[in-house]
């Protein structure tokens, strides 16, 4: 694989292939899988956020979100994995943190431990490099596999689309329709992270997650 780090493992937890699986590196918008699980473990999907002006002024891929607009939720966790909106995973951030981004990132770190990523420290809840915010392949095969079991992210994870104001905002995952194994996957991209993705895949009887870290496309 042209990749600098990967890792796949089987549903049974035996480890299929790997190369520099524990070796920290940026996973970009990967980042947006432990935003919204924590989003959902402080917030209702049916709780309405009003978008704070910080999360409108969000760089990066966005949905165009408006300071003071109304979503749901389980709206921008979709528009968070999705189209990997970063106004929505900011807007999400600051509404389970109760106003504050370095609580919640707080939140993801602990999350983190919880669920064994060892290799991994949050800084941020969109995933836009910034020092000190880094996993690995390993623990974003693990942090994949976990979402995959929470029912709203699994849906969101194998939609092709995200329709918003009646704009359709396409998948980041061209896999998403295209291959028939996958169940859902969160792709990510930056300067200091490459071309990335964690995600599960299921066919003829058997269940794998996996990450690919530092690709060149």
Same mark, same amino acid.
């Given at each position: 694989?042209?990749?600098?780090?990967?890792?796949?493992?089987?549903?049974?937890?035996?480890? +299929?292939?790997?190369?520099?699986?524990?070796?920290?590196?940026?996973?970009?918008?990967?980042?947006?899988?432990? #935003?919204?699980?924590?989003?959902?473990?402080?917030?209702?999907?049916?709780?309405?956020?009003?978008?704070?002006?910080?999360?409108?002024?969000?760089?990066?891929?966005?949905?165009?979100?408006?300071?003071?607009?109304?979503? #749901?939720?389980?709206?921008?966790?979709?528009?968070?994995?999705?189209?990997?909106?970063?106004?929505?995973?900011?807007?999400?951030?600051?509404?389970?943190?109760?106003?504050?981004?370095?609580?919640?990132?707080?939140?993801?770190?602990?999350?983190?431990?919880? +669920?064994?990523? #060892?290799?991994?420290?949050?800084?941020?809840?969109?995933?836009?490099?910034?020092?000190?915010?880094?996993?690995?392949?390993?623990?974003?095969?693990? +942090?994949?596999?976990?979402?995959?079991?929470?029912?709203?992210?699994?849906?969101?994870?194998?939609?092709?689309?995200?329709?918003?104001?009646?704009?359709?905002?396409?998948?980041?995952?061209?896999?998403?329709?295209?291959?028939?194994?996958? +169940?859902?996957?969160?792709?990510?991209?930056?300067?200091?992270?490459?071309?990335?993705?964690?995600?599960?895949?299921?066919?003829?009887?058997?269940?794998?997650?996996?990450?690919?870290?530092?690709?060149?496309?």
């Amino acid at each position: 694989i042209d990749a600098e780090a990967w890792y796949l493992v089987g549903q049974d937890e035996i480890v +299929l292939a790997q190369r520099n699986s524990r070796r920290s590196r940026a996973i970009a918008s990967i980042t947006k899988l432990m #935003t919204t699980i924590v989003a959902l473990e402080h917030a209702r999907p049916s709780d309405v956020v009003r978008v704070p002006a910080a999360a409108a002024r969000i760089g990066g891929s966005t949905i165009f979100l408006q300071g003071g607009e109304e979503l #749901t939720v389980s709206e921008l966790v979709r528009a968070a994995l999705i189209p990997s909106a970063n106004d929505a995973a900011t807007a999400l951030a600051l509404h389970a943190g109760g106003g504050s981004s370095e609580r919640f990132v707080r939140f993801m770190n602990a999350k983190a431990r919880e +669920l064994g990523l #060892t290799d991994t420290t949050f800084e941020n809840p969109h995933g836009l490099d910034a020092a000190g915010h880094v996993s690995s392949a390993r623990d974003a095969s693990l +942090l994949v596999r976990h979402a995959l079991g929470i029912p709203i992210l699994r849906d969101a994870l194998g939609r092709t689309s995200f329709t918003f104001r009646g704009r359709d905002f396409p998948s980041t995952d061209d896999l998403n329709g295209s291959w028939a194994p996958l +169940l859902g996957g969160k792709t990510g991209h930056t300067a200091a992270a490459g071309w990335s993705e964690a995600a599960g895949a299921s066919a003829r009887g058997a269940t794998v997650f996996g990450a690919v870290l530092g690709g060149d496309s």
